[in-house]
């Protein structure tokens, strides 16, 4: 049997190894348009040591990817965070990030004195007691729309699209309830299914009791975990152990159908292919379906995709820099470009142990394309700005040792209200189609984790079928 995917992504690198696992008689070729493989992994090799410029860490509490990293050989590469607090920057101040909540959606105003007017905290506090939300289970909306809703704007413009754009690049008006806070769609549909009142602040309530009664059974196991040398040895581990010819500068721009008897493919690999995995975004993906499953264009193109950049820079000297693992900022503070700031060195023991201080600026949201497409010098000197303005540390000062700029245009879904049916919609068209599989971010979910469940899961309706 031979079989190509497209795309040497997480996703794409996945499928093939565990293709190869299954049945190493496969022949398998990976096309990947770009000169490197790993896609949004990408490490790069700072003097002081491997530097990740895309995802920098995975959620451990999804202890499958941790398997899988083991039975890669990983094991021994995986390490914690120093469990160092970040902090938040709002109204033109630093402050502890609020503990308890969802996203930055509280269940009460407790802790948010500092950050929230008089105003809002009264009304977080009595939305349990006014008109209870007419929700149907199943159902969906943005999470902006929910919120503002039902506690106020402040609360969205503040708090939860400064949390939610740390994750997803796009703010809270732009992302939908069920694929971002999935936890909190369920407990909404839990309090409606119960005949309840249904409200905000007791469906967040429902989240924080089940989370921590979930961490009492988990305490050791650190919420997030990454690699000693980056996402590299997962990329470089998963190509090394694939069994598959990694073509590179392979631009893919057409599949069709062999008359019913397998695949061709336009740019890239050789002859017919009996099955065919597409690991590439939704937009690519609509494209390359065009002529077998034009159906499914529609819905990938629904699937809107935000823009981001990451400056990666080294500093000699720590001194000045909080103690704390980043900052995000709240959105639409005046004086600052950047939407987050990671710590890394503080963050990551085996960063920090590099001395001097490693630290990430992160540019961008969904709808903001000019940012990430500043010039490189300006994007650098906002970086350096906007530290020096929330922190007080002056970056040039501390002697400026490594700079890397990486720019993510289209680099992550964004996941608006019935993101999950659209896909499913997508998956439904493409699934008539024999041999023929798509997998990747706009699929699964955002995370490393889910990227790697869900490629697995491709594989073995591929082979099974
Ligand atoms: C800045 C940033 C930070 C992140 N941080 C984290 C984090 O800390 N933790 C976490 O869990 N997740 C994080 N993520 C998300 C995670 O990195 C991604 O969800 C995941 O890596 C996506 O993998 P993928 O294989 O689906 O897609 P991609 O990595 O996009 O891979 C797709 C591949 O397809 C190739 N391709 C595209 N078109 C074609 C074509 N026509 N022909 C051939 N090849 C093509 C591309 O070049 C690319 O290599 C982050 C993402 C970004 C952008």
Redesign the pocket.
């Known amino acids: 049997m031979r079989i190509a995917i497209?795309?040497?992504?997480?996703?794409?690198l996945t499928a093939a190894y565990e293709i190869h696992k299954t049945d190493p008689n496969i022949h398998i070729d990976v096309?990947?348009?770009?000169e490197r493989?790993?896609?949004?992994?990408f490490t790069v090799p700072f003097a002081s040591g491997p530097t990740d410029m895309?995802?920098?860490?995975?959620?451990a509490t999804r202890t499958d990817a941790t398997e899988f990293f083991h039975e890669l050989g990983l094991g021994d590469s995986l390490v914690a965070p120093s469990g160092a607090r970040s902090q938040f920057y709002a109204g033109g101040q630093l402050r502890p990030m609020p503990r308890g909540g969802v996203m930055g959606i509280p269940s009460s105003s407790e802790g948010l004195e500092e950050i929230l007017s008089e105003k809002t905290r009264e009304l977080i506090d009595a939305e349990a007691l006014t008109v209870p939300l007419d929700w149907q289970v199943g159902a969906d909306q943005t999470v902006g729309a929910l919120v503002r809703a039902r506690y106020s704007d402040e609360v969205v413009d503040v708090l939860v699209s400064a949390l939610l754009g740390g994750v997803y690049s796009s703010s809270a008006d732009d992302l939908g309830i069920r694929a971002t806070v999935p936890a909190l769609a369920a407990a909404l549909d839990r309090l409606a299914e119960s005949g309840e009142p249904v409200t905000l602040s007791g469906a967040v309530k429902l989240v924080e009791t089940e989370r921590a009664e979930a961490r009492k059974n988990t305490e050791t196991t650190p919420v997030f975990q990454t690699f000693r040398g980056g996402y590299a040895e997962l990329y470089e581990a998963l190509a090394d152990q694939c069994g598959a010819d990694i073509h590179l500068d392979?631009?893919?721009?057409a599949i069709t159908s062999a008359n019913g008897a397998g695949f061709q493919i336009k740019?890239?690999g050789e002859g017919t292919y009996d099955r065919v995995i597409l690991?590439?975004?939704a937009p690519?993906a609509a494209v390359?379906l065009r002529d077998l499953a034009p159906t499914a264009g529609p819905h990938l193109k629904a699937i809107k995709l935000a823009s981001?950049a990451?400056v990666g820079m080294k500093f000699d000297s720590a001194a000045g820099l909080p103690e704390v693992s980043g900052v995000l900022v709240a959105m639409g503070e005046p004086d600052v470009t950047a939407k987050a700031f990671t710590f890394s060195s503080n963050k990551w023991p085996h960063l920090g142990e590099r001395g001097g201080a490693l630290v990430r600026a992160?540019f961008g949201r969904l709808g903001d394309e000019a940012t990430a497409r500043m010039d490189e010098d300006d994007l650098v000197d906002a970086a350096l700005d906007d530290l020096q303005t929330i922190t007080g540390f002056d970056g040039r000062a501390a002697g400026l040792e490594e700079i890397f700029v990486q720019r993510?245009f289209g680099?992550?879904p964004s996941y608006g209200v019935d993101h999950i049916a659209t896909v499913a919609a997508a998956r439904t068209e493409i699934s008539q189609v024999e041999g023929l599989e798509a997998?990747?971010?706009w699929t699964s979910g955002?995370?490393?984790?889910a990227?790697i469940a869900d490629a697995r899961a491709a594989v073995a309706r591929l082979l099974d079928a």
Do not use: Q
Not at 37 to 41: E, F, H, S
Not at 54 to 59: K, T
């Open positions: 497209i795309g040497a992504g997480l996703a794409g096309l990947e348009a770009g493989i790993g896609g949004k992994l895309g995802a920098e860490a995975y959620l392979s631009f893919v721009s740019g890239g690991a590439v975004p690519t390359l981001s990451v992160s993510w680099g992550l997998i990747g971010a955002v995370g490393v984790p990227v």
